[in-house]
């Protein structure tokens, strides 16, 4: 069995759960409240050292943290994450993508403005940080012009780990109406067999 450590409501957490729940692979989901320091503390800096979740630990005890390692991890072997090369060379694209150029901007808005309520003392932090967040948007809106899913024409992990995000941004003040291809595609990915929403428990 497959354990979990993660905070509820948060998108890198909610992406190995969702793709788990997605395959069938049974999972216990441990609670770790990072909003009051449980990150690091002495045991869970053993599980990893960074002192983030998710951490994903595997039925012989290993200890796996990034949740996009995560995703290639419990996907392998599956039509989530194609073999053929070029076809799993674009997926790791949108993967790369999503730590570097939207999480950054998407999800850290949303944690200073909906989690720790600084939409107000920090409006020139988060007024320089949008825009990058907007372009992250605008490359996903131009990809869905070309393509149901993010790396083609087949639900894959990168769906999984850019919907996480993308889906609440606008909890972070981002406007997604702006986005026809983006908001038909956040339907699409709710309509996959074993979908939960993130805000219930993993
Ligand atoms: N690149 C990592 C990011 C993990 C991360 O930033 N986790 C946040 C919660 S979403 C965290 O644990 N923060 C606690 C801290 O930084 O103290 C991943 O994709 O798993």
């Given at each position: 069995?497959?354990?979990l450590?993660g905070?509820?409501?948060?998108g890198?957490?909610y992406k190995p759960?969702?793709?788990?729940?997605?395959?069938?692979?049974?999972?216990?989901?441990?609670?770790?409240?990072l909003?009051?320091?449980?990150t690091?503390?002495?045991d869970?800096?053993?599980l990893?050292?960074?002192g983030?979740?998710?951490?994903?630990q595997?039925?012989d005890?290993?200890?796996?943290?990034e949740?996009?390692?995560m995703?290639?991890?419990?996907a392998?072997g599956t039509?989530?994450?194609?073999?053929?090369?070029?076809?799993?060379?674009?997926?790791?694209?949108w993967?790369?993508?999503?730590?570097y150029?939207?999480e950054?901007a998407?999800?850290?808005?949303?944690?200073?403005?909906?989690?720790?309520g600084?939409?107000?003392?920090w409006?020139?932090?988060i007024?320089?940080?949008r825009p990058?967040g907007?372009?992250?948007?605008?490359r996903?809106?131009l990809?869905?012009?070309?393509?149901?899913?993010?790396?083609?024409?087949?639900?894959?992990?990168?769906?999984?780990?850019?919907?996480?995000?993308?889906?609440v941004?606008d909890q972070?003040?981002?406007?997604?109406?702006?986005?026809?291809r983006i908001?038909?595609?956040l339907?699409?990915?709710?309509r996959?067999?074993?979908y939960?929403?993130?805000?219930?428990?993993p």
């Amino acid at each position: 069995m497959y354990t979990l450590y993660g905070m509820t409501g948060s998108g890198n957490c909610y992406k190995p759960a969702l793709l788990m729940r997605q395959l069938g692979i049974p999972y216990t989901w441990i609670e770790v409240d990072l909003l009051r320091g449980a990150t690091h503390s002495p045991d869970f800096l053993a599980l990893n050292p960074t002192g983030k979740v998710p951490v994903l630990q595997l039925p012989d005890g290993r200890c796996l943290s990034e949740s996009n390692a995560m995703l290639c991890l419990l996907a392998e072997g599956t039509p989530l994450l194609p073999s053929e090369r070029w076809a799993r060379a674009e997926v790791m694209q949108w993967l790369f993508f999503e730590q570097y150029s939207h999480e950054p901007a998407i999800a850290t808005v949303r944690f200073w403005v909906h989690y720790l309520g600084k939409a107000e003392a920090w409006r020139d932090r988060i007024r320089e940080t949008r825009p990058k967040g907007y372009a992250a948007l605008q490359r996903m809106e131009l990809q869905l012009c070309r393509s149901d899913y993010l790396a083609g024409d087949a639900y894959s992990i990168a769906d999984i780990a850019l919907y996480a995000y993308t889906h609440v941004a606008d909890q972070g003040g981002y406007r997604l109406g702006d986005f026809p291809r983006i908001e038909a595609w956040l339907r699409r990915v709710q309509r996959q067999p074993g979908y939960f929403a993130m805000a219930d428990r993993p």
